[in-house]
């Protein structure tokens, strides 16, 4: 009786293993809170960005302001308007659709800052587009902050993929 009850065991991981194998390669990178393929199809109006973080986890800040001179005092200057995060990732793509509250403002500036408890690291700045004004900007002195300051009203009207945010070579 041994000998079946080991071969049951045996039987039942090997099924878990083919189970994970065909889940991963299924849908290898789809567990990160808040975060869509850019590549999707049938975007709203907004606009999207890649983050890849080998380092640790990473935050995507996303403030409104009125005026371009509030979004270019400081790196949290601005109404923070939302926050998303996600864990390691060769390269995720974070899509921010056009909301209603944005007509109340006229610039968006977005940065990537390492998630609460993640190693201390800068985040490259690569531009994506030039069909929208995007004006990159550095904040900080010994740790520096890349950011993407832009106007919101083009925002309305289709979608933009920015920029990729990296914090590896």
């Not at 991963?24 to 890649?50: C, D, H, R, W």
Request: aromatic letters at 14%; charged letters at 20%; a negative charge.
């Amino acid at each position: 009786m041994p000998n079946k009850k080991s071969a049951i065991v045996v039987l039942f991981v090997l099924f878990l293993l083919i189970a994970a194998y065909f889940g991963y390669t299924m849908f290898p990178n789809s567990n990160i809170k808040g975060a869509t393929s850019i590549m999707a199809k049938n975007l709203k109006p907004g606009f999207g960005v890649e983050v890849a973080s080998i380092q640790g986890t990473w935050d995507l800040n996303i403030y409104l302001c009125e005026e371009k001179d509030v979004c270019t005092a400081a790196v949290d200057s601005g109404y923070r308007w939302k926050t998303i995060g996600g864990g390691t990732t060769e390269g995720k793509g974070v899509v921010a659709e056009a909301a209603d509250v944005w007509k109340n403002y006229n610039y968006v500036k977005v940065f990537v800052a390492p998630g609460t408890g993640s190693p201390v690291r800068e985040f490259d700045l690569k531009l994506n587009t030039t069909s929208i004004a995007v004006e990159k900007l550095t904040f900080g002195e010994d740790y520096k902050y890349n950011a993407l300051v832009f106007p919101v009203e083009q925002l309305f009207l289709d979608f933009y993929n920015l920029a990729t945010f990296t914090d590896h070579p």
